[in-house]
């Protein structure tokens, strides 16, 4: 089944403690994006990756890292965790071109 | 820079009732638009892709139409039923020329009750 997935699913940490939400698909897609969702914020995009090795900094990078060492996954680290970082994570991959969008299930992060 | 809104920001409905669903944005120059649904808590459900060259595609009950000109989209639902409640997202990717190349910029989303 084609299809992205995210690990963990749910996350509770403490400030400062570095921690790394994966993301995988498998659809040979070349385009892969983190966003997070925040009420009254909307979607907004964090990092995005064109290909392999290629990374480019979305609307709100600050405080995120990335890396795409191969194609099929695109992990999302958060060296020193804020509470303002509590927020439901999506992950998202496409073929690059005009083709639509398939978004993981989610990762809800609370950071205390 | 693209801004997307959905009108209105909640809308119910009685089970069985026709609805529309309002997107508009403000740059013309775009590669296609998306409507995705959401239900609570979870991911992100793509339900129509309508290219920039394109009016409308439909999917079953949905019907989506595109006026690109005028920076406007309609999700059209038929016959909606308790399972049609969600909130629904309509998200733009920007074309060349545009202010937001590539991007893919999002709507606040409008949640929907179908209630029995």
């Known amino acids: 089944e084609a299809q992205v997935t995210q690990n963990p699913r749910y996350l509770i940490t403490v400030t400062g403690k570095k921690l790394t939400v994966t993301c995988s698909q498998n659809?040979?897609?070349?385009?892969m994006s983190w966003y997070r969702q925040d009420p009254g914020l909307g979607l907004r995009q964090i990092y995005y990756s064109m290909n392999v090795e290629v990374t480019d900094k979305g609307d709100v990078p600050e405080g995120y890292k990335v890396s795409r060492k191969e194609k099929r996954n695109f992990p999302l680290i958060l060296e020193s965790p804020s509470p303002n970082q509590t927020s439901l994570y999506f992950c998202?991959?496409?073929?690059?071109?005009?083709?639509?969008?398939?978004f993981g299930p989610g990762t809800r992060l609370t950071v205390t | 820079k693209q801004e997307v809104t959905q009108i209105p920001a909640a809308l119910s409905v009685p089970e069985g009732e026709n609805l529309v669903l309002n997107c508009s944005f403000t740059d013309s120059a775009i590669y296609n638009l998306q409507w995705f649904r959401q239900d609570p808590g979870k991911g992100l459900t793509s339900l129509l892709l309508i290219q920039s060259s394109q009016r409308e595609q439909t999917s079953g009950r949905l019907n989506a139409s595109l006026d690109k000109s005028s920076g406007r989209s309609t999700l059209y639902i038929a016959a909606s039923q308790p399972g049609d409640s969600a909130t629904y997202l309509c998200a733009v990717r920007g074309g060349a020329g545009g202010t937001s190349y590539g991007k893919l910029t999002f709507g606040q989303g409008t949640i929907l009750t179908v209630h029995p």
């Open positions: 659809m040979n897609h070349e385009y």
């Open positions: 998202a991959s496409r073929l690059t071109g005009t083709y639509e969008q398939y």
